[in-house]
């Protein structure tokens, strides 16, 4: 299920004699575009820095050898070897990254539209998997939400298969829930302690909930612009017994309990930072800061508890702290901020340094 690569036959022995003089292990790094020049810190200065730019996801070019800073003989021919051979072979990196996690191990996984497949950028073993197969032969066509699941199960949602996929961490399937009860859905998120799984099913205009063997428990909502209504919900989290819902055409996010009663809400369009256009991608770290994607105007804004804008960053471009159509955002156990810069290609990841007042 994985993507795997294999060197041509003409390289085979150079390969063995590399493998016997020395053996090269490789490592997960995030890559720096902003490498020899001051870190790059929001606010600006001379204000109080509260988020420093750490470096990105890409794919492969984030797995280098141990020893990648004073390469012996044998790394250099491994990267040769490597060199010579991507020139028959596509890099395996991110197309149009939409969602995703981090696990307690620090394997971050990433759900890719473009490619249709799941990238795992394992740290633990130093290596990057790619998971295609959603079941049987079946490909994946829009993965989206992703999140974790019981017992080590990895959940994503594929919005044009129409089902919430279980597998383990080996990408292997255990099986899946909701083909007949699924519209499209996207977001996920995952109440560990009660054991139920959220799905924002985005044409029907409801969020679904399911226990973890599948079974429906609930459908909270219905379309429309009333209070706990929703009008193409997309993007979910839950932390802390809250469950907050990016209900993308009301421009606004909504707070709800485990129940599905709804606590708060902010958001409204305009013009101004802190204006929900767009919104998409919704975390929430320890500090209990909400981070709001807001897509159409390439920005992560960040709000406190009870709605109210903190900060904005982002800007359409390329450039560090820039995105281009972003998607996701999810948070690690160490308050790093994932986002996923969906047209750019690759994961942008920042590190939230103290509490936000």
Known sequence: MNSTRSLPIALLGLTLVMAGCAETHLV???????QGVAPKVWPAPPEEPRYRYVGELTGEENFRPDNWANPSNATKLFDWLVGLTSLNSQPLVLQRPQCGMVDEEGRVYVT??????????????????????????????????????????????????????????????????????????????????????YVADTRAHDIKVFDDEGKLLNVIGQRGEGD????FPTHLAFVAGKLYVTDTMNSRIQVFDADGNLLTKFGKLGLNVGNLVRPKGVAVDSASNIYVIESLYDNLLVFDNIGRTLLGLGGSGKEIGEFYLPSGVWIDSHDQVYIADMYNGRITVLQFLGTQQ
């Open 112 to 197: 890719d539209i473009g490619r249709g497949a799941v990238f795992v950028f394992d740290k633990p073993a130093g290596k990057l998997e790619v998971w295609e197969t959603a079941r049987g032969n079946a490909r994946f066509l829009s993965p989206i939400g992703i999140t974790q699941g019981v017992r080590d199960e990895i959940l994503v949602a594929d919005a044009d298969l129409r089902s919430v996929f279980r597998f383990d961490r080996k990408g292997n399937l255990l099986g899946e829930f909701g083909h007949d009860i699924l519209e499209r859905p996207t977001g996920l998120a995952r109440d560990a302690q009660r054991g139920r799984v």
């Open 28 to 34: 997960m790094n995030l890559t720096d575009a902003g």
């Open 228 to 231: 706990g209504e929703f009008n």
